[in-house]
């Protein structure tokens, strides 16, 4: 079936550890999106990108990093700068996005906690 | 910012219509109005999208008002699966989503 894989479903990380969540699609979308939920909370943009090789900063990107080298992928780093990091991350794809009539599709989520 | 509201609870009875409300007085002609639900611990799941005219699908119907400015989610047969927060929005420039804090819909058996 076509969708969205996001993996692991629960990381635990160190403090001063570089993490990396994995993200997935075969929905042959050109976009890719990150989103931070904290409880109770919607859902906030961490990156996006519209195309391979290419991404930009969304509403929160300080102490993440992305990149994009293949359509299928869109790993995300939380790094050791993101003094916060406790949330549940959420990656979604769509078609091209400048089209204002693309829906988003979601994974089921990557909940990273800290030791 | 988000450029709907949304009540942020309500109940229904289990088999009854759930008819959930969205305000978005500020949309602009070409702007769609999208609709997903979140279960708990999961990634919101899409449900449906509409312009100006009423949409169905196989899980709940649209009904948008002709001034565009507010709309409507119906699930027609409520059942305890559908409790679920319920996001009504409008995408930015660009299609970029925001998620507020949505409905918080309760089905009571």
């Known amino acids: 079936d076509g969708g969205i894989t996001q993996s692991p479903k629960y990381l635990f990380r160190k403090e001063g550890q570089n993490v990396t969540l994995s993200c997935e699609q075969n929905?042959?979308?050109?976009?890719m999106y990150w989103y931070r939920q904290d409880p109770g909370q919607g859902l906030r943009l961490i990156y996006y990108?519209?195309?391979?090789?290419?991404?930009q900063k969304g509403d929160i990107a300080e102490g993440y990093s992305v990149s994009r080298e293949k359509k299928e992928s869109f790993p995300l780093t939380v790094t050791s700068a993101q003094k916060n990091p406790t949330a549940f991350y959420l990656c979604?794809?769509?078609?091209?996005?400048?089209?204002?009539?693309?829906?988003?599709?979601f994974g089921d989520g990557t909940r990273l906690s800290i030791l | 910012d988000a450029k709907t509201t949304q009540p942020p609870s309500m109940d229904c009875a289990e088999g009854r219509a759930a008819n959930l409300p969205c305000n978005h007085s500020?949309?602009?002609?070409?702007?769609?109005v999208y609709w997903y639900r979140q279960i708990h611990s999961q990634g919101p799941q899409y449900i449906i999208h509409?312009?100006?005219n009423n949409e169905t699908n196989e899980m709940a119907s649209l009904i948008i008002t002709e001034d565009r400015k507010s709309s409507t989610l119906i699930l027609p047969h409520a059942t305890l699966r559908d409790t679920a927060v319920y996001y009504c929005?409008?995408?930015?420039?660009?299609?970029?989503?925001?998620f507020g804090t949505g409905t918080s819909l309760t089905v009571i058996p």
């Open positions: 509409g312009l100006k």
């Open positions: 929005i409008v995408p930015n420039t660009g299609n970029q989503f925001y």
């Open positions: 990108s519209q195309i391979v090789n290419d991404f």
């Open positions: 929905l042959n979308h050109d976009a």
């Open positions: 500020t949309i602009s002609g070409n702007e769609y």
């Open positions: 979604a794809s769509s078609k091209v996005r400048i089209l204002s009539n693309q829906p988003q599709h």
